[in-house]
């Protein structure tokens, strides 16, 4: 039921988003941008936690599980440096799932010799 519930959750978050793009202006950006601070204000209140706990991957492999992710590194940080940890939280936390996408991206364009487009 685990994989049904993650399957849904990350299909319905793609959905949305996907009809924003399509019935709005908004440029794909702009998109990514909402739904980062978007995940960090439900991460903030405590809503997206129980989002991860019910649909785990389906909500924390989306951007809005980026932004919950740069939300708890933040208030982590603050609660143990201070204002300090308000510029180094969200680092910290997100440091291995960036580091992670650089890393497969670099294989991939050896992999595949990324050409420029004309």
């Not at 959750?9 to 959905?15: E, H, K, P, R, T």
């Not at 950006?29 to 960090?40: E, I, K």
């Not at 208030?75 to 143990?80: G, I, M, Q, R």
């Amino acid at each position: 039921m685990e994989y049904i519930n993650a399957f849904w959750v990350g299909g319905l978050i793609c959905a949305l988003v996907q009809i924003l793009l399509e019935k709005t202006k908004m440029l794909p950006g702009r998109v990514m941008v909402l739904l980062v601070c978007t995940g960090a204000v439900l991460g903030s209140v405590g809503l997206y936690d129980k989002l991860i706990s019910y649909a785990g991957a389906g909500a924390s492999v989306p951007l809005l599980g980026f932004g919950n992710t740069l939300f708890k590194g933040v208030k982590k940080a603050v609660l143990e440096d201070g204002l300090l940890g308000i510029f180094m939280g969200g680092f910290t936390a997100s440091a291995v799932g960036i580091s992670t996408a650089l890393i497969f991206s670099y294989v991939a364009s050896l992999v595949f010799r990324p050409k420029m487009k004309e």
